[in-house]
T-cell receptor
Framework: GEDVEQSLFLSVREGDSSVINCTYT??????LYWYKQEPGAGLQLLTY?????DMKQDQRLTVLLNKKDKHLSLRIADTQTGDSAIYFC??????????FGTGTQLKVEL | NAGVTQTPKFQVLKTGQSMTLQCAQD?????MYWYRQDPGMGLRLIYY???????DKGEVPNGYNVSRLNKREFSLRLESAAPSQTSVYFC??????????????FGEGSWLTVV
């Protein structure tokens, strides 16, 4: 079955880098995603990575994929207060749908 | 651009009452989804519709029914609400299946409380 796990909380200081981790179990996942949810809002796609890639960089965001260990991470460089949100990883392993992780609440402190 | 629109945004129900959450998308997407979000559990799929005229159960379908009314609209019905259905509900859509890497677009959520 599919199971996607994340740590629930992360606190960083403004200007530092944030690293949010995710582990998944379905090795057939073709795409893995990172979504951001701000308070009281829906989820917005941040970035995604195809399963045959190890790394993807998009401005301040770096996604690393270790397919052997089924480990996905999202690094946010120079974290700002506007980055405070809940971050969800998701995988496509279960057919025509996404399976989401539990979400990591990122708190950015001044 | 409206994207995915869902109504109502907030609703309080008494146990046993019924209600329908409405969802519409204006992006001509084939696939639509209903998720619920609960603290510490992430988003769980209730039902999805891969294309107009089809619906399939997700991870937590019990207590819910859906209707894909047309390509634009996908409604979620609670026939007899229970306190365990207190949650935030999200409707979403994508051009086609997510295996192809299609982005899922989410509505802003509906906060439902069952007392």
């Amino acid at each position: 079955g599919e199971d996607v796990e994340q740590s629930l909380f992360l606190s960083v200081r403004e200007g530092d880098s944030s690293v949010i981790n995710c582990t998944y179990t379905d090795s057939s996942s073709t795409y893995l995603y990172w979504y951001k949810q701000e308070p009281g809002a829906g989820l917005q796609l941040l970035t995604y990575i195809f399963s045959n890639m190890d790394m993807k960089q998009d401005q301040r965001l770096t996604v690393l994929l270790n397919k052997k260990d089924k480990h996905l991470s999202l690094r946010i460089a120079d974290t700002q207060t506007g980055d405070s949100a809940i971050y969800f990883c998701a995988e496509t392993g279960g057919g025509n749908k996404l399976t989401f992780g539990t979400g990591t609440q990122l708190k950015v402190e001044l | 651009n409206a994207g995915v629109t869902q109504t109502p945004k907030f609703q309080v129900l008494k146990t046993g009452q019924s209600m329908t959450l409405q969802c519409a998308q204006d992006m001509n997407h084939n696939s639509m989804y209903w998720y619920r979000q609960d603290p510490g559990m992430g988003l769980r799929l209730i039902y999805y519709s891969a294309s107009e005229g089809t619906t399939d159960k997700g991870e937590v379908p019990n207590g819910y029914n859906v209707s894909r009314l047309n390509k634009r609209e996908f409604s979620l019905r609670l026939e007899s609400a229970a306190p365990s259905q207190t949650s935030v509900y999200f409707c979403a859509s994508s051009e086609s299946g997510v295996e192809a890497g299609n982005t899922i677009y989410f509505g802003e959520g509906s906060w439902l409380t069952v007392v």
